[in-house]
């Protein structure tokens, strides 16, 4: 992937009031300690090299595509039925999971991510919604396992576009004592730009949403833009994302 440690950073971690607004008593939200800060707070102001990054995101809609396919996949980009491969840009997708344990923020092994989204023509899988017509296709839907560093990885492509929505991909996280997040990435407009001039997405025309005009996206607060960047071979974007949960 060409990523290490060096690379984390600690995202902006909420105050407690803003965090239970934003997401509603999920499961990433840590107890609050005796100050009137939570944990996750804590850990932020006095940890700077984390093996993970201890990150408390907003939760987002699961929107009305998400099919539990049930499909344990790295590469997601054929359709398992008929072979067929999604054109588009390769897009390569770490997720690494961390859990808040004490005071400390270690990795989650053995969650359940789920990563779903359209294909470069704004198309979803396994779906009659809007008339896209694939029910039975599974293309870029499936799962990973976390390991024992808490990663997750998916080789997909770069999304396109459809005329509702800005650019993006969802997720879902599940452990095994059964708490569910839920959410949606989104991309720097400078990286959907360069992507979008490229064959085949440039075949579509201007993409009419973007991050500013999606409710979803505005809502996020800018915490679950994707930091795509080119792979060193030149020929496609990885990115890593870090998310904390609190599963006690």
């Not at 979803?124 to 870029?140: A, E, I, P, R």
């Not at 085949?200 to 915490?223: C, F, H, I, K, L």
Request: aromatic share 8%; glycine share 10%.
């Amino acid at each position: 992937m060409g990523f290490d440690d060096d690379d984390l950073t600690i995202g902006t971690i909420y105050s407690r009031r803003k965090a239970l607004a934003m997401l509603g008593g999920a499961v990433v939200l840590a107890a609050c300690g005796g100050d009137g800060t939570s944990d996750l707070e804590s850990i932020a102001e006095t940890n700077s090299d984390l093996p993970l990054g201890c990150v408390v995101r907003p939760a987002l809609s699961e929107g009305p595509i998400f099919v539990d396919e049930q499909a344990n996949r790295s590469d997601i980009r054929t359709d398992p039925l008929s072979g067929s491969m999604s054109e588009g840009t390769p897009l390569t997708v770490t997720f690494r999971v961390s859990t808040l344990d004490g005071t400390t923020c270690d990795a989650l092994a053995g969650a359940q991510v789920d990563l779903w989204q359209c294909d470069a023509f704004g198309v979803y899988s396994d779906t009659d919604f809007d008339n896209m017509d694939t029910v039975g296709q599974q293309f870029l839907r499936g799962h990973q396992i976390t390991d024992a560093s808490g990663a997750a990885t998916f080789i997909t492509i770069y999304p396109g576009w459809y005329p509702s929505r800005a650019v993006h991909l969802h997720f879902k996280v599940r452990t095994d004592s059964g708490e569910e997040f839920t959410s949606q990435l989104f991309f720097d407009p400078a990286t959907t730009d360069a992507v979008f001039a490229t064959a085949p997405y440039n075949t579509r025309g201007e993409r009419p949403v973007r991050n500013a005009d999606d409710g979803t996206a505005v809502e996020s607060g800018d915490q679950m833009i994707l930091n795509a960047q080119p792979t060193s071979s030149g020929d496609g974007y990885e990115a890593i994302f870090d998310i904390t949960l609190d599963v006690a």
